[in-house]
């Protein structure tokens, strides 16, 4: 199987870190985005990461659609919360991001506000619950790359008056699937 995936992308990274915690051999394929003649193009249609191609043909696109092929979904209901909180604060803070990449001239403050609002009010709730996340189930492996992320969005001071949150993520950090996907950082 092979998964396709950007360096930087933090849902791939749910992907990568799930299948070596777990010993499946997925061969990583990296690909250009957003452009018209990215080789992901004649995988699927979507051309997002992380898509995974199966031996069929077939593909999957979506995280959480990747991990319920693996039966790496949560299996009850508060583990299911805590994922759709980090995905939620994950998508968030994608477009905060890609919003921070167009000139300072077409930036909309009104949306930007709305976007850190949103992540500060997810990562209070995620402070209040760290200790439920248990790695590696994917939930935990998601809040990770999650805050891993602060490589290439460094604007977004995440640790302040987040204490327990700060220390959850020193401890995962140090796992060897962690740091072997570290990604690049941005500038931003
Ligand atoms: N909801 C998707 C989000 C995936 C996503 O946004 N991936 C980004 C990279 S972090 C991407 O492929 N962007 C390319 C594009 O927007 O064309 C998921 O859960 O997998």
Redesign the pocket.
Known sequence: MRLHI?A?????RVIRIWARENAIPLAEVEQP??TPDSPLLAVTPV????TLELPDGSFR????L?LHHFGALPQDGAGMQRLAAV?GL??CI?YWN?ELRRPPSERSPGFLAVEEARADRIADALEREVEAFAWPAADAIALACLLGYERRHSVWKWREGRPRLAAWFEGVSQHPSFTDTLPPPSGI
């Open positions: 950007a930087g992308s933090p849902f791939a985005l957003r051309g997002r990461v992380p696109s979506e995280t959480t990747i995905l994950m998508e994608a890609r």
